[in-house]
Every structure is written in C-alpha cells, then in structure tokens.
C-alpha cells in the first residue's frame, strides 16, 4: 500500500480520549473502572496500527472495524479482567499431568478449604489448652493413624518402638521405657523443598552418598545435584549409570559422610545390564554404620498400587518398614492431594529439620494444611474412591468404553450409535472412531506403567488434527486433547463424568 494511502487509513483512527467518550464504553468505566477501559481502549487501537502497518487491513475492512469500535473494546476488556488460570477439561490420559495442575482436589478438600478459608481458624491454636500449638498436628496424628493401619498393603503395621530395641540415637525414642510414635511427618511447599531442608539440615558441611544412576532431572530443570549444592552439602557419587552395587557405596563412607541418599528416577526407567542395591541392603549398611538413610520416593503412593494394575512404584510405608529413616514425598502426585513436600521420618532426625531456620521459610499454608487433612482422613477412612486420581486408575476399560460409548451417540449424526464403531462419519465433517490405547500415570511416577483405554479418535474433513485440537483449546471451558498419528485422541479416564456431555456440545458445534 502507497505510504500516502497507509497515513490516509492512520488518520482516520480515533484518539484514546476520543473513544472512551463513546457512551457504551462511559458506562463500561462505570463498572469496571476507568484505568481498566483506558488499557483496553489503546490495546485495540495498538492492533489496529499494527495490521494497517503490515497492509492487513484497507479503507474498507478499516471503516467496519471502526463501526464495531466499542464491542471490539468490550471484548479486550472483559478477557482482560478474566482470570487467566482457569478449569479445563483433562482429555490427555494423563492422569497426574504436570502441565495441568497435576492431581485434582477430593470434593472434601474443596469444602475444608472453604470452611478454613472464610473464618479464622486453630491453625497453631491448641484449643484444649488455650495456649500456641503447632500446625503440623493436624496431619501428623493422620500419618500416625496410617501407619497403624497396614495401609492397604497387607503387610504389617509400623509398630512403636521402645527404647533398646533399635541401637544408636537416630533409631531410639526419646522417652525411655515408652512406647512412641516412630515416625513423625513435616510439611514444606513441594517435594524439591523437602529434600532441600533435609540434606541442609542432616549433611550441611558434609558428604552425601548417592548413586549415579539416580542423579535425575525432572521438570522445571530441577536437577538433584543443584539441589545438594545449595543445601551445602557435597555429593559423592559412587557406582555408573547403569550399575551400582553395595561395595560401592561401602567403600565411598570416610568420616565426612552425613547421609546415604536414594533417589526415586521418577521420570525415567534404566533397563538391560543393570544392578542397583537393594533397600535391605542399603538400610544394613546404614545401621552397621551409624548413618541415616534417607530415600527421595518423589510420587509418594500409600496405598499398594499392584491392586490397580501398576506394578514396580514402592510406596511410603514400604520403605518406612524396610527401616528408611526419612522418605521425602510429594503431596499432589500419588497421594492425590495439593502440592506439598512431605517429610516422613524418626521422630528424632525429624526434630532436627523442624529446628531448622529453613523450615520456617519453607513452610506451608493453612489452606494447604487444609486441603492435605482431607484427602488424608479419605485414607484413614479407606475411601479411596474420594481420591479423584485414584478413582481414576481404578476405572477399568470397560467402564470407559461404555462413557466413550455413550459419549459418541451424542454427537448429532444420523449414525450415532454403533456407527462409531466402523468409523462412519459422525456429521458433515467430523469423523469418530473408538481404538484400543493407553493412560498413563504421569507426573513423573511409574515411568513405566500403563493401563488399558478406550480412546475416542477424532478427524475432521477441513482441519488438520493439529487445527482441530487447536478449537477444543479454545473452546469454554478448554478441553486439552493429544494428537497421535494425524487424529486428535480424546482418553476419557481423565475426564469428570459429568464433562463428558460438555465434550459432546463441543464436537457438536464442530461438527
């Protein structure tokens, strides 16, 4: 376009001041102030400078772009005050999917934190007494109560010790003659907090002992020997990548040895030519010499997983029992509660991280303490199928199937039904298919497990998979899908029953 022609369409745009005189936007200050209308009104007017600059608008397509003016304002107002984090519909088959928030609340949890959030509360209040009291009880008695339960596994209860039981003062009680809790459980703001306070508060100054193979990388570039680092402690790696044997970590112990260190690899599996010690192995080598153990689990499950299908993910209690003396956890991952870090330890080392000046800038929340009471209390109660993630690795393939099923005869076709089946088309555009596939756990946990899906398969005559995939994003509320293979996958396991018709509107106006 001629730069006269181009300064001829610049003129004609009105000033900032000119437009919010407009009457329809004078009421819009009215509301949503005039601050937020002023922003609005030169975001719009920056858009179009910029496509009269870049030739994509002429004296026509600019005069109707002026005519809607106030409503194009509106609009930029509006998404401007929404909120930006917001629900969407999980369609991946992931179940603990980073990227989305990872394990969705219990309704429990939601009301606990309502009732915590509108009124004061005991946070650190002991009501018995009247007196200061300490957040950490309203989830360490909940700890204590699973580990005298067998916890779903079937194996034996963490038992109380008495004093002369166990040698050396990390695996003794502090009162004599007593039966204690052997265990105690802190809160800090995620797992990375947990093994940070941990290292710091049991080897700053010293040396760590943990194996090669385990020194992972997990999302958000957070590496496990940048967090030794910063803990002060200095990491002694011992073994290879793929092989590490007990002699290795035997032989790595000098006097400055605070700590042998297990990692979880979370995210990753090593197969073939592989060893790596035992935990029984590693916890007699602990006690022969007078170190703690301490096992970074990541996902943190407490219920025995092989009953859903998932084999190979230890959980809490199995290392608590095979004689761990501290396990670090996430909240939001297996547990299936709100993003935390939980420490599970001897009461006495758990002592020295609550001690720490460190604690204090780690720890959490009330509504966090909140929302972590309730999902707990679901377990206490062996109600697992208030646990949203764990209802979700319940469901079988059959039960998908028929929601997937269901799901499909809803979008208006004259073939809904058993049509979807042979991959008839579902309108004038949209094509369905119901294929065998796969979910998986996810956020980092059980790397290597899957369980068995009916996958809703989606093609469409006019968009790609990728444009596609693109209007369910863009959908209210957004629905978050995968692609494989040029179809867009849609894997209901992850999917509220009750947003399953929410899905179907939206196909519909697809279709």
Excluded: W
Excluded at 182 to 192: D, P
Excluded at 448 to 468: E, F, G, K, M, N
Excluded at 482 to 490: D, G, K, P, S, T
């Amino acid at each position: 376009m001629p730069a006269k022609a181009k300064s001829a369409l610049f003129q004609k745009l009105p000033s900032t001041d000119e437009l919010l005189q407009n009457p329809q936007l004078r009421t819009l200050a009215r509301h949503d102030g005039h601050a937020a209308l002023a922003d609005a009104v030169r975001a719009v007017l920056a858009r179009l400078r910029e496509e009269i600059a870049t030739d994509r608008l002429d004296e026509k397509s600019l005069d109707l772009a002026l005519a809607g003016l106030p409503d194009a304002v509106e609009r930029q107002l509006r998404q401007s005050l929404s909120y930006s984090l917001r629900s969407v519909i999980n369609a991946t088959g992931v179940i603990l999917h980073t990227n989305l928030g990872r394990a969705p609340l219990a309704p429990g949890a939601i009301d606990h934190i309502r009732e915590t959030a509108l009124s004061y509360s005991n946070l650190e209040f002991a009501l018995a007494t009247g007196e200061r009291g300490k957040r950490d009880i309203h989830v360490d008695r909940l700890f204590q109560k699973l580990f005298e339960q067998d916890g779903g596994t079937g194996a034996p209860p963490v038992q109380a010790e008495r004093v002369g039981t166990a040698a050396g003062e990390l695996h003794s009680p502090e009162q004599s003659g007593a039966a204690v809790p052997t265990f105690s459980t802190i809160v800090v703001n995620n797992n990375a907090a947990a093994v940070l306070l941990s290292l710091n508060s049991l080897a700053e100054g010293g040396e760590v002992i943990v194996s090669r193979g385990e020194l992972v990388e997990i999302g958000g570039s957070f590496r496990i020997p940048d967090v030794m680092s910063k803990s002060q402690a200095t990491l002694r790696e011992v073994g290879t990548t793929n092989r590490t044997r007990i002699g290795d970590y035997e032989r790595a112990i000098t006097e400055r040895t605070r700590l042998l260190l297990r990692v979880h690899r979370s995210n990753f599996a090593i197969t073939g030519f592989t060893e790596q010690p035992g935990l029984t192995e590693l916890v007699a080598l602990a006690r022969r010499r007078s170190l703690p153990l301490m096992e970074d689990l990541g996902s943190g499950a407490l219920v025995d997983l092989r009953s859903f299908g998932i084999s190979g993910e230890s959980g809490v209690l199995d290392s608590l029992r095979a004689g761990v003396d501290l396990v670090t956890y996430s909240g939001d991952k297996l547990l299936g509660g709100p993003q935390a870090g939980l420490i599970t330890g001897r009461a006495r080392l758990v002592a020295r991280l609550r001690s720490n000046s460190l604690f204090r800038a780690l720890r959490v929340d009330k509504l966090t303490y909140a929302a972590l009471e309730a999902t707990l209390l679901a377990y206490v109660k062996s109600d697992h199928d208030a646990v949203p993630i764990l209802r979700m690795m319940r469901l079988s393939k059959d039960e998908i199937a028929g929601r997937a099923e269901a799901l499909a005869a809803r979008i208006n076709s004259p073939n809904a039904g058993e049509g979807h089946q042979r991959g008839l088309p579902a309108g004038s555009f949209l094509r369905i298919e119901l294929c065998d596939g796969e979910s998986v756990i996810g956020g980092g946990a059980a790397p290597t497990a899957v369980l068995p899906t009916r996958l809703i398969a989606l093609t469409h005559r006019d968009l790609s998979a990728d444009d596609l995939c693109r209007r369910l994003r863009q959908s209210d509320p957004p629905v978050i899908a995968r692609v494989e293979e040029a179809r867009v996958l849609l894997d209901l396991r992850t999917v509220f029953p009750g947003q399953d018709s929410v899905i179907a509107d939206h196909l519909n106006s697809i279709a």
